[in-house]
């Protein structure tokens, strides 16, 4: 039977080049992936959810600052 520190000790290592290896790859790779499986716009529904996209862009008042 394990206890936490050997469940701990076998597992962070693995985690940890997982997560490692999500950083190398960087957000752009991802939302290419998403663009090549779902070319109608996957990304769309999130800009949209997030406040991004073009309606919500163009309705927004200019950042403080912005020229």
Do not use: S
């Amino acid at each position: 039977m394990w206890c936490q520190v050997e469940y701990e000790a076998d597992r962070l290592p693995k985690t940890a080049a997982i997560v490692l290896r999500h950083r190398l790859n960087g957000p752009e790779q991802v939302m290419q992936m998403a663009h090549e499986r779902a070319p109608q716009g996957i990304a769309q529904g999130y800009k949209r959810v997030a406040g991004f996209d073009q309606p919500n862009l163009k309705a927004a008042p200019a950042a403080a600052g912005a020229r």
